[in-house]
T-cell receptor, first 116, second 111 residues
Framework: GAGVSQSPSNKVTEKGKDVELRCDPI?????LYWYRQSLGQGLEFLIY????????KSGLPSDRFSAERTGGSVSTLTIQRTQQEDSAVYLC??????????????FGQGTRLTVV | DAKTTQPPSMDCAEGRAANLPCNHS???????VYWYRQIHSQGPQYIIH???NNETNEMASLIITEDRKSSTLILPHATLRDTAVYYC????????????FGKGTRLSVIA
């Protein structure tokens, strides 16, 4: 596709349920990022995939959060046993090989997650 | 951890230049300065980046001080559509670290 695609665009789930959020990066982009943004807050880094390197998981807030990137393309962010504080917009971004400063990241429109 | 300091908010009259400052006094020689913005309810958008020379593109100009400890993003003729949160980010050229956003500057362009 022409841009980063995220699905679903909106998700309402009950507390305690598991959710999966999907990100389709721009074709050929080797770097993929996940962020979350709570209402009125800044972007909180979650996890970063770069090529075949081990992902940088330093931003994941708890072990209920995990992410995979299959075949170097599509990524899924999974939140287990959701809590109300997980309610936020989850944003995905991708970029070309970021070496040499070319780290222009393109963002999707996000998935708005509401835990009730 | 964000390595930059920005004012929390600024106002600018429509049609005037908006000058957004950023301090990055601990920047390393192998780190670039990036600027992104986030318009309400949208994902962030790349604006410009630079290492040590001033840069200009169709959106903005980036002025980096000689000691690289601060920079200024310039929107030459601000419009109402430029109202957004502007983020200044430093990142190593290798790209082995993620893009980490700070709190940014909320720019309000006023008619």
């Amino acid at each position: 596709g022409a841009g980063v695609s995220q699905s679903p665009s909106n998700k309402v789930t009950e507390k305690g349920k598991d959710v999966e959020l999907r990100c389709d990066p721009i074709s050929g982009h080797t770097a993929l990022y996940w962020y979350r943004q709570s209402l009125g807050q800044g972007l909180e880094f979650l996890i970063y995939f770069q090529g075949n390197s081990a992902p940088d998981k330093s931003g994941l807030p708890s072990d209920r959060f995990s992410a995979e990137r299959t075949g170097g393309s599509v990524s899924t962010l999974t939140i287990q046993r959701t809590q109300q504080e997980d309610s936020a917009v989850y944003l995905c971004a991708s970029s070309l090989n970021p070496t040499g400063g070319r780290t222009e990241a393109f963002f999707g429109q996000g998935t708005r997650l509401t835990v009730v | 951890d964000a390595k930059t300091t920005q004012p929390p908010s600024m106002d600018c009259a429509e049609g005037r230049a908006a000058n957004l400052p950023c301090n990055h006094s601990t920047i390393s020689g192998n780190e670039y300065v990036y600027w992104y913005r986030q318009i309400h309810s949208q994902g962030p958008q790349y604006i410009i980046h630079g290492l040590k020379n001033n840069e200009t593109n169709e959106m903005a100009s980036l002025i980096i001080t000689e000691d690289r400890k601060s920079s200024t993003l310039i929107l030459p003729h601000a419009t109402l559509r430029d109202t957004a949160v502007y983020y200044c980010i430093v990142r190593v050229v290798s790209g082995n670290t993620p893009l980490v956003f700070g709190k940014g500057t909320r720019l309000s362009v006023i008619a």
